[in-house]
Structures are given as C-alpha cells and as structure tokens.
C-alpha cells in the first residue's frame, strides 16, 4: 500500500466532433481506446412527440458539450484497438447520497468500481481489491464543467504494487469519462441541474 501521492498517468485525450466520440491515448502517444456514448432507444418518444425527442437528446447534448463526459446514470462503451469492448457506467440518475454517485468500469473481462469517497476523491477496486485512490487537485467554480479533454488533474496514492495497461487505462476512463476525481458538491449539482 502505497504511502505517497504521485502525479497522475500523462496521457493524453482527444475529442473527435466528427464522430462523437473521446479518443485515449497512453503515454507513447498510442490509441488505446475509443470510448462512444450509448443512448438508450426509450418508446416514450414516439408518445411525447417533439418534447420526447428533446429528452432524448439531452445526454447526447451533455456528451458532446463536456466532450466526452457522461452525466449521471450515462452509459459509454469503450472499444479497444484489438477489438475488446468493455463499458463505463456513470452512477445513477437520481439521489444527492454519496452511495448515489458511484460508477464502474469494465475492460477485458474486470471489473472496477468506481467509489466516490468524498468530495475530493476517488477510489478504484479491482474485483473488489483496491487499486488506487485519487485525489483531486486545484480549484474550480462551481458552474464550471468538466472538460474530458483538460489535463488529468488529480493526485494518486498506488493501493496495489504494480499497474498493468488495463489498470492504467480504467484509471483515465474513470477520471475522464466518469467526471472528476471526487463526488460533486451541492453547488456543483445545483448549477449542474440548471445548465442546458
């Protein structure tokens, strides 16, 4: 168990408007993984008509204007370069409980549970085992979104020795995709609730 916090993983990602999707790239500048927003197709559209449709919308709007980052209760898949496809799942939709704000990551065959400890930081579990715990860095107002594309700012203190690729890879997704390190405030929910 690791005693001392290092600076975060230098990678890199990418947004791609063209196509909707965040690109993840490790530290030798290689693709590593695709990562696309799945929207869920609901039959209340077709009875809501143009206000349906609009809902619908929504994480789409919230996908591409956060470039990459889901809302809560978002769903992304992640596709690798060798074909694996693995999803991120962004917590649930409603509650302000910090139970309500955690995710997971599944990539080849594991499974990491992204668990919100505080407001400032993140742990993750490897089939149950912890892996590492971040913490994130610096200082932003409160109506200020988070941008998936941003530098990785978070500090990590290893819970495991050693870091394999896919530990390293579920590590960016989860402080990319699934937002910042740290659950929200309320100040953060509040403006959050408000923006389009």
């Known amino acids: 168990m690791g005693l001392t916090w290092e600076p975060p993983l230098t990678w890199r990602a990418a947004w791609r408007s063209d196509t909707a999707q965040l690109e993840l790239y490790d530290a030798g500048r290689r ?25 619908d919308e929504v994480p789409l709007r919230a996908w591409k204007s956060r470039h990459g980052g889901l809302l809560h209760g978002g769903l992304a898949s992640i596709l690798m370069p060798d074909g694996t496809v693995g999803e991120a799942w962004n917590g649930k939709q409603h509650g302000w409980r910090r139970t309500h704000r955690n995710g997971h990551v599944v990539l080849a065959g594991r499974r990491y549970a992204v668990r919100h400890l505080t407001r400032r930081r993140t742990l993750i579990e490897r089939d149950g085992t912890p892996v590492v715990t971040m913490r994130r860095t610096g200082w932003r107002w409160p109506w200020q979104r988070h941008d998936s594309t941003a530098e990785l700012r978070f500090r990590m203190r ?21 937002g910042p390190s740290g659950r929200p405030g309320w100040w953060a929910n509040f403006f959050s609730e408000l923006s389009p």
């Open 31 to 55: 693709l590593r993984a695709t990562l696309a927003l799945v929207v869920a197709d609901t039959p209340g559209t077709q009875i809501l008509g143009p206000i349906g449709r609009w809902v």
């Open 158 to 178: 290893r819970e495991s020795q050693v870091l394999d690729p896919v530990d390293e890879l579920a590590i960016v997704v989860a402080s990319t995709a699934c």
